[in-house]
C-alpha cells in the first residue's frame, strides 16, 4: 500500500520574485501531473490543507479540475487558508466528510487504517484540537486496535522552526495525552510548515511535508514573517508493507542530469 502525501498548494497566490511573478496554481499544476508519473501509482493521495491561498470558490475549482486528471482517490483536510463550507460545496462527491461539523475522517479499506483531523480553527492560522475534537479522536482510536496512521494540517509539537511555531495546533499537551494512550499509531503525519520536518513525539515517528507549491526558509530564530522560497517542492511517499510504515520524499519537477555515467563501480580493495 502506498499513500502519497501532498499539502499546501495556496492555488491563487502570486509570489512577486526578482524575476517574473510566481503564480501557485502552476505550480499545483506540476505537482499534480507529477503524481500521475508516479511508479507504481499510489493507492490514495492524502492532501492535508491549504489547497487555497483565499478560501475562494474559485481556485478549489481550479484544484478540482487538476485533482479530475487523477486515477486514484484523493482524500481532503483543510488548513488554516481553507474554509469548510466552500470545500464541501466545491467537493459534493467527498462523501467521507460524514460529520455535520468537521472534516475529520477515518478511513477504513486499506490494510493500514486512516484518521484524517480536522485542525481548523476559522479567522485563526493556528489550528486547534479542542475538547470535542479530542473525544472524537478519542473514540475512534479506541474502536479499532489496527495500525493507524494520523493526518492533520497543523503540526501539534514545535518544530524548531520559529515561524510556524507560532502558529501550531493548539491544545497540543492534550492532544498528546490521546496518543501517547493508543500504542497502534504508526505516525503523525502534518503540512502547514512548508519544510520538511522529521521527529519523534509522544511515542510516534511524526512527518511534516513541505509544500508542493513553495518552501519557507530554514529560520531557527525569532522572526516576524517569512519570505517564500523556491527549492525543490517535494511531496511524500509513505509505503507500509509487511506491517512497517516508510516515508520517502519524492522531489516534484524533473531533475535529468547525471543520466549518462551509468552506476559508479564500487573500489577495488588493495591488497
Ligand atoms: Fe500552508
Ligand atoms: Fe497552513
Keep these: 500500500m502506498i499513500i502519497a502525501h501532498i499539502t499546501d498548494f495556496h492555488v491563487g497566490r502570486i509570489i512577486e520574485t526578482s524575476g517574473s511573478p510566481v503564480d501557485l496554481h502552476g505550480k499545483m ?25 483565499h478560501g475562494n470558490e474559485a481556485d478549489y475549482i481550479r484544484v478540482r479540475q487538476a485533482l479530475q486528471t487523477l ?14 463550507a466552500i470545500l464541501r460545496r466545491v467537493f459534493p462527491d467527498h462523501i467521507y466528510w460524514t460529520d455535520d461539523k468537521f472534516l475529520h475522517y477515518t478511513i477504513e479499506k486499506y490494510p493500514l487504517r486512516i484518521i484524517a ?28 486496535g489496527r495500525k493507524t496512521a494520523v493526518f492533520m494540517h497543523h503540526p501539534p509539537f514545535q518544530t524548531g522552526l520559529y515561524y510556524p511555531d507560532r502558529i501550531m495546533c493548539r491544545n497540543g499537551d492534550a492532544f498528546g495525552n490521546v496518543i501517547a494512550r493508543h500504542s497502534h499509531i504508526q505516525a503523525i503525519i502534518c503540512g502547514h510548515t512548508h519544510r520538511d520536518v522529521v521527529t519523534f513525539w509522544r511515542g510516534v515517528p511524526a512527518y511534516v511535508t513541505a509544500s ?42 524533473e531533475y535529468p542530469y547525471g543520466l549518462s555515467e551509468g552506476v559508479p563501480k564500487p573500489p577495488e580493495n588493495e591488497g
Excluded at 33 to 47: C, F, G, T, V
Excluded at 71 to 84: A, K, L
Aim: some cysteine.
Design 29 to 53: 499544476v506540476n505537482a499534480i501531473a507529477h503524481l500521475r508519473r508516479l511508479k507504481p501509482q499510489p493507492d490514495l493521495i492524502m492532501l492535508t490543507g491549504d489547497l487555497s491561498n
Design 71 to 84: 486515477d486514484m482517490p484523493v482524500y481532503i483536510i483543510p488548513g488554516n487558508h481553507d474554509r469548510r
Design 117 to 144: 483531523l480536522d485542525t481548523l480553527l476559522e479567522g485563526a492560522h493556528e489550528g486547534m484540537m479542542d475538547e470535542e475534537r479530542l473525544e472524537w479522536l478519542e473514540a475512534r482510536l479506541s474502536e479499532d
Design 212 to 253: 508542493a507549491t513553495f518552501t519557507n526558509g530554514l529560520i531557527l530564530y525569532p522572526v516576524d514573517d517569512v519570505d517564500p522560497l523556491f527549492e525543490p517542492p517535494t511531496c511524500r511517499l509513505f509505503v507500509w508493507e509487511n506491517e512497517r510504515l516508510t516515508s520517502h520524499l519524492s522531489f516534484i519537477d
